[in-house]
């Protein structure tokens, strides 16, 4: 996007001037304004969809499209792990580059001029593929940080400097729980919907699952990468935490069915009834982490298989309660093992229910 500023104190920020160095289409702009940006953008005559006077942010419409402009801002976490506090916007640039996480996200460039502000090295680290924190608290203050380095590590390659890496090694030996998990989900999510299995593999071997739990994830019996590609389910970041402990992620009432019907398909001796009537992400939890070989056969083979015959067509032939839902499972289980059965087979196997009670 073209913009201009006759002030000199616009700046872009963060991740799309880190992808641009890198030869990459930014996702995001991200624009920082070294004073007070609600201000700037007024002067500027922008049509302004949405202010945070705290932080001085504003929400603006540019050419149809929605862009961000964020005063610069000092902070300090007064309880870590939490949320952390603004304490002066409109600061100098350079204060506000190093609250971020890591060096490679703390270059600004100029609009006006395109001259790079790198007051920390981050260009160098990305030359050398290095994250790096700012101080040894970093993870301390916003433990969601190691996640977010976990995931730049996964889309970039990069690696955690010899002193952030043990700096990340003494936090996930000395955990605090007492931290904002819906930040913890979040990354979470962000991370484990690169869809890539090196993704789970460091999380369980690096033991950054320590963040969320002491209890180690059970690792998948298949490819999860594999399995989510070839039936085509996005967001599966449920899939990659299996049966660990999710209660602390405050999760969805999806999310939460999702679990329940997992447990549903586990716990069922006829797993298959279960599965016809459950959400596809479960199905795949039960494929991953139980077994394998009668998943792949349901979702290929199985999946959309369900008796022709109804309980209503039952209940005109004379049965009745109990005989209809034992009659409707002899069903089932002959419509997974003949996936071809017709009515009229179903029919058999009620006529037949009949002879023999």
């Known amino acids: 996007m073209n913009l201009t500023d006759d002030t000199g104190r616009l700046y872009y920020v963060g991740g799309c001037v880190r992808d641009e160095i890198l030869g990459l289409q930014p996702v995001d702009i991200d624009l920082c304004y070294e004073g007070d940006a609600i ?20 929400k603006v419409l540019i050419n149809g499209k929605e862009i961000d402009f964020a005063s610069t801002r000092k902070e300090y976490y007064p309880k870590t792990g939490h949320l952390p506090v603004t304490t002066d916007t409109g600061c100098p640039l350079k204060d506000d580059l190093i609250r971020r996480d890591f060096t490679v996200n703390s270059i ?30 970093s993870f301390i203050d916003d433990p969601t940080r190691i996640i977010r380095g976990l995931k730049f590590s996964l889309r970039f390659g990069f690696k955690f400097d010899n002193h952030t890496e043990n ?12 931290i904002s998990y819906s930040r913890l989900k979040k990354e979470l999510i962000d991370c484990f919907n690169l869809n890539r299995d090196e993704g789970l593999n460091r999380f369980i071997n690096e033991k950054i699952y320590k963040l969320l739990s002491v209890q180690k994830p059970q690792k998948p019996l298949i490819s999860i990468e594999k399995l989510t590609a070839e039936f085509k389910v996005k967001n599966p970041w449920l899939i990659y935490l299996g049966n660990s402990d999710l209660s602390k992620l405050q999760l969805t009432r999806s999310e939460t069915k999702i679990i329940e019907e997992f447990n549903a398909i586990k716990e069922n001796s006829n797993p298959y009834k279960i599965c016809s009537k459950s959400d596809i992400r479960s199905i795949l939890l039960w494929t991953a982490f139980v077994n394998p070989d009668k998943g792949l056969h349901y979702l290929r083979e199985l999946r959309g298989v369900k008796p022709a015959i109804t309980g209503q067509e039952l209940l005109s032939l004379g049965f009745k309660g109990k005989q209809i839902g034992n009659i409707l499972d002899n069903i089932w289980e002959e419509k997974f093992k003949n996936p071809n059965l017709t009515h009229a087979g179903e029919l058999n196997i009620a006529k037949k229910y009949y002879r023999d009670n």
């Not at 953008?41 to 001085?56: H, L």
């Not at 395109?114 to 260009?123: A, E, M, S, W």
């Open 39 to 58: 201000e700037y953008v007024k002067e500027c005559g922008y049509e302004i969809i949405k202010t945070q006077k705290n932080i001085r942010t504003a």
């Open 108 to 137: 600004a460039k100029s609009v006006k001029t395109n001259k790079l502000f790198d007051p920390t090295g981050g260009q160098n680290d990305l030359e050398n593929g290095i994250l790096r924190v700012h101080h040894d608290k």
């Open 167 to 178: 700096l990340k090694e003494e936090y996930l030996n000395n955990v605090n729980y007492d």
